[in-house]
């Protein structure tokens, strides 16, 4: 199931954007003109470490689309995204015992990439298939999204073997488009289309292949820092769920704003921003948790009223009948009485 996700969340790392404006160069496509296209400032760019919210980096795709005589762009660009290209990740991959320990790595990491795809590991006799799936709605931009992501799993899984992938099996998942026969150029073997999802097929053994820059300490320190990335990547939609079950891990005893931000590892102010953006507010969410909370604990327990406002951080019981009344348009006793249907779930 897709996620809902946040298209003004700043995930996608600027390495990718300086690979599609070099790219756009060599064709002799102008920056200023691309930038100003998709009404990008040119010091938007300016931090090495920065990143770009997927509306402004598909804005900028659909500026070079728009100018380049190059329908298989994806395919192109692909080829460029290398194990440099993708950061502290890409180290890491790079430094791993073998093949198949670099795939563990990147598949509980690759979320630092802002990737818009699912991706998943199946291990099935003497095979293993990478396979990815879109974690959110790409539209006219799945194909471009799709060819630069299998292109480059491809690019650098040939590049970490040291030699050219044999028996490999490639799959997408939408019709083959008119230059489907540039997918074999690039791949070396026929491409299956109209796939239930994105997938590389390997032979399993290339998983237990050495890494010629193998280094534990490396890893290690890429670990820590993808871990400290990860949670500083709170404007991913699954900000939500977080601030959500934080609040449920202390009933009764909720932080407040502050509090709440420190524990996730981000900022006051940024946490009350990232939620701005996705429509709601910390209060938002707290009261829409004490909601349910409070309907769960009158209609499947016996406590009292006044326990029940206690566990929900009410000081006074009249407090709590105010605020369920507001939230609901029932008083408490009421609602414990005709629940009136089922209740909510998170």
């Known amino acids: 199931m897709k996620q809902s996700f946040n298209f003004t969340a700043e995930l996608v790392p600027l390495a990718y954007v300086e690979a599609l404006l070099a790219l756009a160069g060599e064709w002799g496509i102008e920056r200023g003109e691309l930038l100003a296209a998709a009404r990008l400032r040119p010091e938007a760019l300016g931090n090495p470490n920065g990143r770009l919210s997927f509306i402004d980096f598909n804005l900028l795709v659909s500026a ?42 990147a598949l509980r990491y690759y979320r630092v990439l802002g990737l818009a795809f699912e991706l998943e590991m199946v291990e099935d006799g003497d095979r293993v298939e990478l396979r990815a799936s879109e974690s959110l709605p790409l539209g006219s931009l799945e194909r471009f999204a799709a060819e630069g992501l299998m292109t480059s799993l491809f690019t650098i899984a040939r590049f970490l073997v040291g030699e050219e992938l044999r028996d490999v099996q490639v799959g997408f998942a939408y019709p083959p488009p008119s230059y489907a026969a540039r997918y074999q150029e690039v791949f070396g073997v026929p491409v299956a289309f109209d796939q239930p999802c994105y997938r590389l097929s ?10 010629a820059l193998a280094n534990p300490a490396t890893v290690q320190m890429c670990e820590q820092q ?37 524990a996730l590892h981000t900022s006051g102010r940024s946490l009350r921003r990232h939620l701005a953006q996705l429509g ?67």
């Not at 105010?322 to 779930?345: E, N, V």
């Open 202 to 211: 390997l032979p399993r053994a290339y998983l237990d292949r050495p890494m």
């Open 64 to 105: 070079v689309m728009l100018r380049c005589d190059e329908p298989a762009l994806g395919l192109v660009l692909g080829q460029r995204l290398n194990v440099s290209t993708h950061g502290i990740l890409g180290y890491a991959v790079l430094s791993s015992a073998n093949l198949g320990k670099a795939i563990q790595f």
């Open 226 to 262: 993808c871990e400290a990335l990860l949670a500083s990547l709170d404007v991913q939609d699954g900000l939500l769920t977080r601030v959500r079950r934080l609040l449920l891990a202390r009933p009764g005893d909720f932080p407040d704003l502050d509090s709440a931000a420190r």
């Open 280 to 346: 709601t507010s910390y209060q938002e969410v707290l009261d829409d948790v004490r909601k349910r909370l409070a309907q769960e604990y009158l209609a499947s327990t016996h406590l009292p009223l006044f326990e029940i406002a206690s566990l929900l951080g009410f000081s006074d019981p009249s407090n709590f009948r105010r605020a369920f009344k507001k939230w609901t348009g029932k008083l408490p006793s009421d609602y414990r009485q005709d629940p009136g249907g089922l209740i909510g779930t998170f």
